[in-house]
């Protein structure tokens, strides 16, 4: 009984020698097999397959949080009590993992097209697992401390819906090659058909998705409302130390309309700048009072609180990496910051006639101002002689009495309620983060007159949606960044979008059914080879060009029609198969 063996290869193939080498370390040129990839192996394709997906939607992820790297840090210092940039090392992995699966990605795919077996190397596989494993835990560990960041996915997809749809039907139409190649070459019909039905689903489904895509930012342009006023959160605290007069006195300089921040009581009733709970971030604490680091803000008189430096922290702890960006002379006024009062913040304000929202903190019951905190509030208000219509009011506790105290500040909330709500109480505005409110529910504030301010938007392409949306106002910790955006990056009125739709997905279509037959035709024209005719006609002395020829026709051409091995048929004919040779007679 003769025993069937496929023809080996011996040229020299480099290209095909490093693919297969750099993915299952197969080096050698008889490693090289034409042979079907087994189960084990597809498992690992799929596991593969699935890790990159699912490390592209968490690098996407990422990418678009980096409106929100100061609260995610912030997040992490509550936690742990040391100021770092945890988003550095979580971005340096997942910029190198998914690099790493999408070179294995691209190897995985060459091996398809050469019609080789997918064999990754057991090096590469651990890598695979450390990937997803990695990617599960920091998935998991986002949904528990910052859960509400999941929202950006959504959000960013108004803004890039309809350019990935263009990307990725740019990719999957490239990968018509492929399956065009797999389907002419097989012999499975079976394996064809499923083949086949994969791919025109996944097609079909890009060509209809963009019936689900939907952006503010596809409107009439002629629609589109004034530019939305910036709001300086905290002042402007990429540029300065936050709740600092410089803070404030910088984001006047970007041309904001007004100022956001935190305000708590001093022990002895005087409201000041505070966003934490301690003094330990913001200020030298540690170093004045020792031993006070982990008190209450609140716990402090005002006195006490006037020997603190608040600007220090900025120039060491460079929490926006913007300090190289600044002169010695704004280093010198950043480091000689103290904490500022709400009255000072007021007088800045009404001086040069510009708003201001802040969060009202009571203290604690022990607090000797426990009672008094809204009067003292009040005082200091009145104290700083700014127009009260430049004031918004934002604590629910005691408004009817704030009402018959100070009848012209403006009543603001930072609970989301419905408009008919709000009315009813006489509230005006609306301070919500950029999550919590739609396009649609923007519109219905809109419409019932309630002014809707969103926080904390830094980036462009954020302030576009929310522009397109019809937002009054963003509060920004970067209104030097949104100062230069003077119109949303992109806007298209319907009619050009569905243009764009459609004649992306015929062009599309014309390239995959012309990919499909040129590839058919190319796959015929191969097989139209006799293996038994190549091989007699080896007998006679050829070129050493012609018979690599030959030899690599034999590939895809399998000896399966009664011819023995490749070696003992060139014996038989009188020719040596190493040294192309014809034998002596």
Known sequence: ???????????????LSCITGIYGCRWKRYQRSHDDTTKWELLWSFILLFTFCLLLVWFYFWWEAHNDYNEFNWLLYNRSGEWSDGTVPILATTAAGFTYLSFLMVLALCHIAL????????????????ALLTTIVGVISVNQTWAQEWDIVHISLQATGPFLHIGALAAVTALSWIVAGQVARTEKTKFQVVVMMLYICTLLGLYVVPIYITSPCIMDPTALKPRPDVIGHHGAPMLAPENTLWSFQRALQMNVTGFETDVAVSLDGVPFLMHDHTLRRTTDIGKVFPGRQLDKASSFNWTDLQQLNAGQWFLKNDPFWTVHT???????????????????????ASYH???????????????????????DTLQAVQQSGIPQSLVMWTPDEHRAQVRQQAPGLIQASLEKQSPQTLQQDGIRRLLLRYNQANAREVREYSENEIRL??????????????WCSGVSSVSSEAPHILKKVPYPIWLMSPDEYCLMWVSADLISFAVVIGIFIFQRYRMSGMRSYNPEQIMLSAAVRRSSRDLNVMKEKLIFSEVRNGVGSAEEFYVDNGYDYYTNQAISQ
Do not use: D
């Open 1 to 15: 009984m003769v025993k069937h063996q496929p023809l080996q290869v011996y040229e020299r193939q480099l290209c």
């Open 115 to 130: 019609g080789q077996q997918l064999n990754l190397h057991w090096l590469h596989k651990i890598g695979v697992t450390a």
């Open 326 to 348: 600044l002169s010695p002379h704004e280093k010198h006024l950043i480091a000689n910051q103290s904490v500022c009062s709400l009255e000072q913040l007021l007088k800045l």
């Open 353 to 375: 006639n510009s708003t201001v929202v802040f969060r009202l903190s009571r203290p604690p019951p022990e607090h000797p101002r426990y009672h008094s905190w809204i009067n």
């Open 453 to 466: 301010t969103l926080y904390t938007v830094n980036e462009p392409w954020l302030y576009s949606v929310l």
